[in-house]
């Protein structure tokens, strides 16, 4: 292979960062939305979802079994969708985007 070709290439990451040390961005998280109901328990609860949307743009998944945060690592490699669950104000709370990372929604897992 000449040195040309290989500059050029563009070679992905085949590891994430261990969960300690993600404090960066993982992938992109298009237009953020919230359902009807995930927004008015916010609100009713003053509570500011960007900490947790934060959180899961860098990878840190929440409440999930270690094997879905496993998933959500190969998800991220491969542009597959990513979840993370979150306990917001008493009321379990999922993340997703999307794997063409077009959205991310914040949802009820009974409005999935």
Same mark, same amino acid.
């Given at each position: 292979?000449?040195?040309? @070709?290989?500059?050029?290439?563009?070679? +992905? &990451?085949?590891?994430?960062?261990?969960?300690?040390?993600?404090?960066?961005?993982?992938?992109?998280?298009?237009?953020? #939305? *919230?359902?009807?109901? #995930?927004?008015?328990? @916010?609100?009713?609860?003053?509570?500011?979802?960007?900490?947790?949307?934060?959180?899961?743009?860098?990878?840190? =998944?929440?409440?999930? &079994?270690?094997?879905?945060?496993?998933?959500?690592?190969? /998800? #991220?490699?491969?542009? $597959? +969708?990513?979840? /993370?669950? $979150?306990?917001?104000?008493?009321?379990? #709370? =999922?993340?997703?985007?999307? *794997?063409?990372?077009? /959205?991310?929604?914040? @949802? $009820?897992? /009974?409005?999935?």
């Amino acid at each position: 292979m000449s040195e040309a @070709l290989n500059r050029n290439q563009t070679t +992905r &990451p085949t590891t994430l960062p261990p969960p300690k040390e993600r404090n960066r961005s993982l992938f992109p998280l298009g237009q953020i #939305v *919230a359902t009807n109901g #995930v927004h008015q328990h @916010l609100v009713a609860n003053g509570i500011d979802p960007t900490p947790y949307i934060q959180q899961h743009h860098c990878g840190l =998944w929440g409440d999930v &079994p270690p094997e879905d945060a496993q998933e959500n690592d190969f /998800s #991220v490699l491969n542009d $597959f +969708r990513v979840l /993370s669950s $979150f306990n917001i104000s008493g009321q379990r #709370v =999922w993340i997703i985007t999307e *794997a063409d990372r077009s /959205s991310t929604t914040l @949802l $009820f897992p /009974s409005e999935y």
